[in-house]
């Protein structure tokens, strides 16, 4: 009888665990295939996980009937007593559960060497930067405008807005402080980033940006567009003209399923948010954008609101 037992267990444990593996691991390769694109594609419909759990019955039902036929034709007793019960449960953890989260672990893991060694970005990742990302990103925009502005000679009303970027960026960084749902002073950093690329988009072009042109309203880091677009950034509220840039216009034009709030870049904090809840994005209407010079006004009045409250 003990070869009995050890025969069900073994039966239970590979009838719990094997199909929930297939189905649990089948439901979720489609959404890793995507990580990997990097353009839109129309998806191919939902049925890959009713196909995944299709697969588990039919494996399941294969196995039960397999193991039920061998002990009966072996042993001529039943299958379904003693300690398969046991092993059914157990197999549910052991096989199924267990290594599904193994195995969607290392399959999440190669796909981001793979694409990191591509340099490329999924289509449908979030836009979101870590503050360490930030501080890499500030100290090569700053140490880029201060080069390009000591190269740039005699004064002009480009180099003015550059270098009065330059003076408010340097200062957002360096009196970047915690904040209620902004402990690391994000905000503070991704406005000086803004501030010194759009420092050097005037040194480039030659002249200083005009107050009309705004920042993309999805993400800032994008640069400033004259092109506004009608976006839906809420469901029940009609669509309004915001400024977006040449990228963010067309990905929204061409998906039908993009929605601006999760397009929208998102900042470190207590938890991630849109970085329109920072200092000193703070008061500005998602989805409005903002321009250069009212920035640069805005961001003197947080620094001067800082000063005076660390007297």
């Known amino acids: 009888m003990d070869e009995v037992e050890s025969y069900r267990d073994m039966a239970g444990l590979a009838v719990g665990g094997f199909p929930l593996l297939i189905a649990l691991v089948g439901s979720g390769l489609p959404a890793w295939r995507r990580g990997f694109y990097t353009t839109y594609r129309k998806r191919r419909g939902g049925l890959a996980p009713y196909r995944a759990i299709l697969l588990a019955l039919l494996a399941g039902a294969l196995l039960t009937s397999w193991f039920a036929y061998d002990l009966h034709r ?14 059914l449960r157990e197999g549910t953890v052991i096989v199924g559960v267990v290594p599904s989260g193994i195995v969607g672990i290392v399959l999440v893991a190669v ?10 970005v999924a289509y449908n990742a979030r836009p979101y930067l870590s503050f360490g990302r930030l501080e890499r990103m500030w100290r090569a925009e700053q140490a880029a405008l201060t080069g390009e502005l000591a190269d740039s000679g005699p004064s002009s009303p480009a180099g003015a807005q550059a270098r009065a970027c330059l003076d408010v960026a340097t200062r957002l960084y ?21 501030l010194a690329r759009a420092g050097r988009t005037a040194l480039n072009s030659g002249a200083p940006i005009p107050e009309e ?15 506004t677009y009608p976006l839906f950034l809420k469901r029940t509220e009609p669509a309004s003209l915001r400024p ?6 067309d990905r929204s034009m061409v998906d039908p399923d993009f929605d601006p709030w999760d397009r929208t870049l998102q900042l470190p904090g207590s938890f991630p948010q849109l970085y329109s809840g920072y200092e000193p994005f703070v008061g500005l209407d998602h989805g409005d954008g903002i321009g250069v010079d009212a920035l640069l006004r805005g961001s003197e009045e947080r620094l001067d609101l800082c000063a005076r409250t660390r007297r």
Request: proline fraction near 3%; glycine fraction near 14%.
């Open 213 to 227: 042109l705004r920042f993309c309203a999805l993400n800032p880091l994008h640069g400033v567009t004259a092109d």
């Open 111 to 120: 796909r981001a060497l793979i694409m990191k060694s591509r340099g490329a």
């Open 174 to 194: 360096e009196t970047k402080r915690a904040e209620h749902g902004d402990p690391l002073g994000a905000g503070h950093v991704l406005a000086a980033i803004v």
């Open 244 to 249: 977006l840039c040449a990228s963010c216009r």
């Open 74 to 87: 072996s042993e001529g007793v039943s299958l379904f007593a003693g300690d398969f019960w046991g092993g």
